[in-house]
Nanobody, 115 residues
Framework: QVQLVESGGGLVQPGGSLRLSCAAS????????MGWFRQAPGQQREFVAR???????TYGDSVKGRLTISRDNAKNTVYLQMNSLKPEDTAVYYC?????????WGQGTQVTVSS
């Protein structure tokens, strides 16, 4: 059974930082492309960042320069370091694992940026 479990969300003030984690089980983690998406209330799900099995990284335009994705294959975990957070970063953040037709999602973790 595939599980992606996100953690690290919470309430942070504008300009603050958070690090999200996504622990995967039930998959051969190292061969999967891992990504983060987010969805704000009333909005469509938005691409945030992706790191492939070969460690190629891409970011969504709205987060470039502020967020950093990384992975630890030994721990079956992908991370999202978020700095200089803005109120518009408020959303539920979802972890995604993808390879060919296999596509898995976590339950999400809430990030709220507010003073």
């Amino acid at each position: 059974q595939v599980q992606l479990v996100e953690s690290g969300g919470g309430l942070v003030q504008p300009g603050g930082s958070l690090r999200l984690s996504c622990a995967a089980s039930g998959i051969t983690f190292s061969i999967y492309n891992m990504g983060w998406f987010r969805q704000a209330p009333g909005q469509q799900r938005e691409f945030v960042a992706r790191i492939t099995s070969s460690a190629t990284i891409t970011y969504g335009d709205s987060v470039k320069g502020r967020l950093t994705i990384s992975r630890d294959n030994a721990k079956n975990t992908v991370y999202l370091q978020m700095n200089s957070l803005k109120p518009e970063d408020t959303a539920v953040y979802y972890c995604n694992a993808n390879i060919f037709s296999a596509d898995y999602w976590g339950q999400g973790t809430q990030v709220t940026v507010s003073s």
